[in-house]
């Protein structure tokens, strides 16, 4: 065999040995820096089911990505803080979950870093995206439907409270931006369901009391407690230790009511939109623009029922919500 031809075959060995080395020196080296961003300590299973989507989309921990955590206990001011220090880091995407506050803050601190919204209850009107299929601007994420799914919260406790004429709806009127829709679509429901709506307002823990006994007073023969992450998610214990106490059945935006007491509750799953969001982070960290990614609306709702609660006012549970219910508390 000529020489020329050896060294031929020995240079093109070594080239294909040395391919795979080449490739895995241009791999991105990057690590991406995600930043969460709650306005309470992480719900359970929500933090999980975030890592868990980006999981399902190839990414591994510590080795595509870290993720900065931070949470406010409610505290408004505190969120904007917590905002501003992940900006500042800076993170790569900006994921805010827990509400109003949450994501405002989210807004005010960039307006550059592409933030996801975790179940926002009404984007639009809020004003954070122009519109749910184009969102504009850095902003993107899942929604809630919370101003739709009250009619479905108002028909559940119809059901269960079937000779009630008055409910009363429990609103912060510091959000009256916000809830003026859903107070509207409630009406529009009650109408159908031939009810009257009794709207008692709440801005302070201290009103709690007061509220009640006007609702009794009334003659209000149920309760529809608002979604509130700054007033009544703060003081569940108190708001479901009144409910019982006046014997007032109650439906509730989330599910850590009727874990505290409360008789039930109908909302989305804020896991699976946790989930959800690894979608965004996904096509934004491959080069998509959050305004080109349209905003997603909840697909899961769970829907919980506190028996012993229903018991103790004395209420006997359609046997049908009890079959379809996702969780009978006992």
């Not at 801005?203 to 608002?226: C, H, Q, S």
């Not at 935006?253 to 007491?261: I, L, N, S, V």
Request: aromatic fraction near 6%.
């Amino acid at each position: 065999m000529r020489l020329h031809s050896v060294r031929g075959m020995v240079t093109l060995a070594l080239a294909l040995l040395l391919a795979p080395l080449a490739t895995d020196a241009q791999q991105p080296t990057k690590v991406f820096r995600l930043g969460l961003l709650y306005g309470s300590s992480p719900l359970p299973g929500t933090a999980e089911a975030f890592r868990q989507g980006l999981r399902e989309f190839g990414y591994v921990e510590g080795q595509h990505f870290v993720i900065e955590q931070r949470w406010a206990e409610r505290s408004e001011e505190r969120l904007r803080e917590l905002a501003t220090e992940l900006v500042q880091l800076p993170v790569d995407v900006l994921v805010a979950q827990g509400g109003l506050y949450t994501l405002r803050a989210a807004k005010d601190a960039t307006r550059t870093i592409p933030i996801v919204m975790v179940g926002a209850s009404d984007p639009v009107g809020q004003g954070f995206v122009a519109s749910l299929a184009h969102p504009g601007g850095n902003i993107t994420g899942t929604s809630s439907l919370q101003a739709d799914v009250d009619g479905k919260r108002l028909e559940l406790l119809k059901e269960v409270v079937p000779h009630a004429s008055r409910i009363a709806v429990l609103v912060n009127p510091a959000l009256a931006t916000i809830q003026q829709r859903r107070v509207d679509n409630l009406v529009a429901a009650s109408r159908l369901l031939g009810v009257e709506l009794q709207v008692v307002e709440v801005r302070r823990a201290d009103e709690f009391a007061g509220a009640f006994a006007a609702m009794r007073t009334a003659g209000a023969g149920a309760l529809l407690v608002m979604t509130d992450p700054l007033v009544f998610d703060r003081h569940v214990g108190d708001m479901t230790a009144l409910a019982r106490q006046h014997q007032v059945p109650a439906i509730y935006p989330w599910r850590w009511f009727p874990e505290a007491g409360g008789l039930m509750s109908y909302a989305p799953n804020l896991p699976d939109m946790s989930r959800r969001a690894a979608y965004y982070v996904d096509r934004i960290l491959q080069g998509t623009k959050p305004a080109d990614l349209p905003v997603e609306q909840a697909s899961k709702f769970e829907f919980v029922i506190n028996l012993k609660t229903a018991q103790a006012l004395g209420l006997t549970m359609p046997p049908h919500l009890l079959m379809v219910a996702d969780e009978v508390l006992k």
